[in-house]
């Protein structure tokens, strides 16, 4: 047993090179927060091995990892090894994470860096087309707990706010080997912050040549240097591409290319844009 935190979790994950089917989220319930003292991570998730192999004979602790009141996660059972979930949905390599606490109405808070934690991994999950199962969808138990609201999880994850909820805030985390409009969005914003991709522009992979930006955007405003765009980095990217650059007297405008046929001025624009320049296409005549 190991204390990780989300980013080292998830490269065990990817490191141990099992095709994970599903992520499945619960509660511990009791240990409750009141049991945590901010460094008994450990000794708590002994004692559930203890309790689990002990007292209801299970081959170890029923879970791959326990998500801490402080966002790390404490490893469990061996990954690819069936975990003891959920009745009738522990085959083809589900990932059970116990969240430390009891969230049933009127208890503990899911929230800061421990909710963040889940809402990551629920990322990965998504990305990777991989549902993200409640315990309580398929037990008569209120696991991971009556106070956390399945469709404000699910929200989160995708980074859409839910009309009159809290959001625990649109995490992302994107990292070499994704791709989409996500990865896209990011590259651009890298471009406006005055990070160039000479090779391969924002073309919504990333790939070695957005990586070596990333880090070198996350050296340049003292963030941590991991080449992934979690929060933070998202965060500040967000800030340094939406500088405004408008605010002087002139301002000189490069006219390039006209064509008769539109399609071949949107593939010109898409080049440029590709390349960093904000372009946009103005029709003249009749
Ligand atoms: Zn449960």
Not at 15 to 36: C, I, K, L, M
């Amino acid at each position: 047993m190991e204390v990780l935190d989300v980013y080292q979790f998830i490269n065990r994950m990817e490191a141990s090179g099992v095709d994970f089917s599903e992520y499945h989220v619960h509660h511990t319930y009791a240990p409750d927060h009141d049991d945590f003292n901010g460094t008994n991570g450990l000794i708590l998730n002994q004692n559930m091995r203890r309790y689990h192999m002990e007292e209801r004979n299970f081959q170890d602790i029923a879970q791959h990892g326990t998500a801490l009141p402080d966002g790390n996660i404490v490893t469990g059972r061996s990954f690819g090894t069936d975990p003891a979930s959920i009745s009738g949905q522990n085959d083809n390599n589900p990932l059970m994470i116990e969240t430390l606490g009891n969230f049933d109405m009127g208890h503990d808070q899911l929230e800061g860096k421990q909710r963040a934690t889940l809402i990551i991994l629920g990322q990965w999950f998504e990305q990777r087309g991989k549902y993200i199962r409640f315990h309580n969808e398929n037990a008569a138990k209120s696991c991971p707990g009556t106070g956390v609201d399945k469709d404000q999880f699910m929200a989160d994850v995708r980074g859409e706010k839910v009309k009159g909820t809290k959001t625990g805030g649109g995490k992302v985390l994107l990292r070499n080997g994704d791709s989409g409009s996500h990865v896209k969005k990011m590259q651009r914003r890298l471009q406006q912050a005055g990070f160039k991709l000479p090779k391969h522009g924002a073309d919504g992979d990333f790939g070695d040549e957005t990586e070596e930006t990333v880090r070198s955007f996350q050296e340049k405003y003292d963030l941590k240097v991991d080449g992934v765009v979690g929060p933070e980095t998202n965060g500040k990217l967000k800030e340094e591409a939406g500088r405004d650059k408008t605010s002087v007297d002139q301002i000189y405008k490069v006219q390039i290319g006209a064509f008769e046929d539109k399609g071949n001025s949107e593939e010109l624009a898409k080049e440029l844009e590709a390349k960093g320049f904000d372009t946009y296409i103005v029709k003249e005549g009749k």
